[in-house]
């Protein structure tokens, strides 16, 4: 008797979140405030970091901005505080864990709580297989995954004890389905998806309701890390316009942003579609970027 009921429950709270997504789809959204937040970006010198990182001042939010490259995090900061932001940069390498925690000791001293997390520092070596280098392999897994799990697992102890707070993982669509000559790259990515999902759960099952979590996935943006890149299905995006989506995602607490949005729709697609229509569309999508094959640089 009791399934039954459960199924009945069920059946009404799937019905009720497809009327509550098309009400939405419909009337604008509540936005929060982020204004005087402690935001921490990741990988802020460069592309989608530097991008968000100028939506946050904006609105007036705290930044904390992370990256490997002095010059390039310095030149974000400088913009951010021509925006009316109050900036503080460190030079953190988000492959070494034991920089990250000394760098969350130092953020907690001279700042204050994070509020909001943006990890965002990736890295890409577009190759086949056989010539993707060990430590390629490695350090793509370092700082694509290994990375959030140390910055989260230092920054969440305070964000559990204040019940409050918004992790965002910023992932890819290649986190959902995979793209020839990015092996480790789309491996780390499924990873960062896992890792969203998985932590949204447990905190889900701590009660902790206050801590919202986001994952961005895009398909391809012209960053510069990837040369060349083409389709004949997905528009090449640009920063501006993922910086865009993301901070809406954030401030709306979605759940998962994909850009273009309608990417959910053939990620949906390709659970029900047979094997060989899935190549067809593939060979249609005609996906072409610039990619070490047999230690020579091609369009692939």
């Known amino acids: 008797m009791h399934i039954v009921l459960d199924l009945l429950l069920l059946l009404g709270i799937i019905i009720f979140s497809y009327l509550e997504s098309l009400v939405k789809f419909f009337i604008p959204q509540r936005r929060k405030s982020v204004a005087g937040e402690i935001v921490l970006i990741t990988g802020a010198g460069h592309g989608i970091g530097r991008l968000t990182a ?18 390039g995090v310095e030149e974000t900061a ?27 000791d130092q953020v907690k001293k001279e700042v204050g709580d994070v509020a909001i997390v943006v990890n965002n520092a990736g890295v890409i070596y ?83 309701t206050g801590i919202q979590t986001s994952c961005l996935c895009p398909v391809f943006v012209n960053t510069g890390f990837t040369k060349n890149p083409s389709t004949r299905l997905w528009p090449v ?10 901070i809406d995602g954030i401030l709306t607490n979605k759940k998962m942003i994909f850009v273009p949005s309608y990417i959910n729709i053939s990620l949906i697609l390709e659970k029900f579609l047979p094997e060989r229509a899935l ?18 640089t091609k369009m692939k």
Request: glycine share 4%; net charge positive; charged share 20%.
């Open 126 to 208: 577009p190759a086949d297989l056989l010539s993707t280098k060990d430590e390629e392999i490695t350090r793509t897994f370092k700082v694509n995954i290994l990375g959030h799990f140390w910055i989260i697992k230092a920054l969440l102890p305070s964000m559990i004890r204040r019940n409050y707070g918004h992790i965002v993982t910023v992932a890819s669509v290649c986190g959902h389905e995979v793209i020839p000559y990015f092996i480790p790259y789309c491996s780390s990515k499924f990873a960062a998806v896992g890792f969203h999902r998985a932590l949204t759960a447990e905190l889900e099952a701590l009660g902790k």
């Open 54 to 71: 100028y939506e946050f001042a904006k609105r007036k939010s705290r930044l904390v901005l992370w990256d490997i490259n002095k010059h």
């Open 78 to 104: 400088t913009q951010c505080r021509k925006l009316g932001a109050t900036v503080h940069v460190f030079v953190v390498d988000c492959s070494n864990r034991t920089a990250i925690y000394s760098a969350v």
């Open 279 to 296: 190549k067809a569309i593939s060979r249609i999508q005609n996906v072409q970027f610039e990619a070490i094959v047999g230690h020579k």
């Open 237 to 246: 995006l640009e920063t501006d316009e993922v910086a865009k989506s993301l």
